[in-house]
Each structure stands twice: as C-alpha cells, then as structure tokens.
C-alpha cells in the first residue's frame, strides 16, 4: 500500500512543470526574435542602399566635380554613404549606370540585373542607376524563405532614374 500512494504522490507532483514547458516553448521563442531582429536589420540595410545610391547618384545628376568617373568610384561612394566595413560592402555591392533616350527605354531594363557597366551621359540625359546588395542572414528560417539567392543571403535591391540637370 505505501508504494502506491507514492506512485500518486510523484504524479501529481507539479513542481518543474514550468521549467520543462519552457524547455519545449523557448526554442521556438528565441528563433522567433533573431527572425525578428533580422528582418529589422534587413529594413535598415535597405532603407540605406537607397539612401546611399540617392545621395551617390545626386552627384551624377548634378554634374559635381567630386561626382563618380567609374563604375569601381560609384561603388566606393555608395560604400562611404552606407557607412560599416567597406571591405565586404565592396565585395557584396553591384552597379550599373546607364543612359537612356526616353524614360520608357529606361524603365525596360530596370528590372535587370547590374551588369557593371557605367554612363553617366551628360546635361540632359536620362540615367538608370541600378544597385544590388547580398546581405547575409543568420536565421535558417529567413534563409529559406528568400531562398533567391542561395541558401544563406538575399539581394537588396535599388533603383533610380533621373533626367540630368543642365549644368556646365
């Protein structure tokens, strides 16, 4: 008889309930904030490629002196406006500046890839820029669900098309 009001005893024991509940929840409870905290960072990294290809592009359209002569200097100052390692920005980063007759030509092709080439045109000229970035991702979740571009990275995209101004 007394083993069997032990045996009651253990099974309604309820101390450690909580901790094996959050064994079996916590998994899924950290891999939804990385998620989170990646997709945000992939927001952030967006939200600075355009920056970067705006401001980098701004002195395209204005005809700077400081302005880009080169596919490899465009890709320099979009890396210098993105701020973080320009190493690996550099490594990740692909442009291409194109002129353009009429903005339908130009809205053509802006879908397509950057292929590296640049022209900037001159006063007057319509100019796609295009730039894609790889961004890395640490989540397996997010990894698989942008599965683009390989297993571990997506590409950030951005595009802008502009009319030069008549500068000298």
């Not at 950057?114 to 900037?120: C, D, I, L, Q, T």
Request: net charge positive.
């Amino acid at each position: 008889m007394p083993q069997v009001r032990q045996k009651l005893r253990f099974s309604r024991d309820e101390g450690g309930a909580t901790a094996i509940e959050f064994a079996l929840v916590a998994p899924l409870l950290f891999f939804s904030l990385f998620s989170l905290i990646e997709i945000g960072m992939l927001g952030m990294m967006s939200s600075a490629l355009d920056n970067a290809v705006v401001e980098s592009a701004r002195r395209i359209r204005t005809g700077r002196d400081d302005g880009p002569t080169s596919a490899a200097s465009f890709k320099n100052q979009i890396c210098d406006n993105m701020g973080g390692a320009v190493g690996s920005c550099l490594s990740r980063l692909t442009v291409s500046v194109q002129r353009f007759p009429k903005f339908y030509d130009a809205n053509q092709v802006a879908a397509a890839q950057p292929a590296g080439e640049f022209n900037k045109g001159g006063p007057g000229d319509i100019v796609l820029v295009k730039a894609n970035y790889r961004w890395p991702l640490m989540t397996p979740f997010l990894a698989t669900a942008f599965n683009r571009d390989g297993p571990m990275q997506v590409t950030i995209a951005s595009r802008t098309a502009f009319k030069n101004e008549p500068y000298q």
